[in-house]
């Protein structure tokens, strides 16, 4: 794995189309350019990796959009320490600009192929979130409460049970819709039974799986 002059150049050239889409975190956009996407493609798509857009790896699934991945990022007001919950690991992309930004991440990904592969390539880049393999549809109760969750897939609805994994004063962040597109929908959880919502742009996402989400 290789981070070559040409590689940082178009990771310049990313960042710049990502701030000029809207996003002004200095520190989002910092981990963009701190992070090889190059490495996350066979080294035949480099210039592939430097587009503003997601791409096939496999078993029906993407690597986000870096604009995506900002957008959602940005969203949650990541601070150093959160605790953040990311339903869909992938690729392992999003994750690792959660971990520039200073957050505990736990990651969890349905497909056991993909969790396989990016359990063992996360750490060669110096990545280590928790790993967990299952139906991120149910959160993952048993190291609840979480300060931020971010779903990288399409739900129908909003899973009750990632709602009551947040921490009061907690974000959840999902695209909510059917298979084709989304509406990105922020929750925050302000008190024990009240919740405010924010809707953004329609995204279009892998669709979430399992009892909360779709059916596989």
Not at 71 to 76: N, R
Not at 113 to 140: A, E, I, N, W
């Amino acid at each position: 794995m290789e981070d070559s002059y040409k590689a940082k150049g178009l990771r310049k050239s990313l960042v710049k189309t990502v701030r000029e889409k809207g996003i002004s975190d200095e520190r989002i956009l910092d981990s963009l350019m701190k992070i090889p996407r190059h490495f996350f493609f066979d080294r035949a798509f480099l210039e592939h990796a430097y587009q503003d857009k997601a791409f096939p790896i496999g078993e029906g699934q993407t690597i986000s959009q870096p604009y995506t991945v900002a957008f959602q990022t940005e969203k949650l007001d990541i601070k150093p320490g959160d605790k953040v919950l990311e339903i869909g690991t992938g690729s392992g992309y999003q994750a690792c600009v959660l971990m520039e930004l200073g957050a505990e991440v736990h990651t969890i990904e349905y497909n056991k192929v993909l969790f396989d592969r990016t359990r063992k390539f996360l750490p060669k880049m110096g990545y280590k979130p928790y790993f967990y393999q299952g139906d991120g549809s149910q959160g993952l109760p048993e190291k609840a409460p979480y300060d931020k969750i971010l779903v990288t897939a399409g739900a129908p609805s909003i899973p009750k049970k990632l709602v009551e994994q947040l921490k009061i004063g907690g974000k959840l962040i999902i695209p909510v819709g059917n298979n084709e597109m989304q509406k990105m929908i922020l929750i925050t959880k302000v008190s024990a039974n009240k919740l405010s919502k924010k809707e953004f742009n329609y995204f279009s996402f892998v669709p979430l799986l399992g009892a909360d989400g779709w059916k596989p």
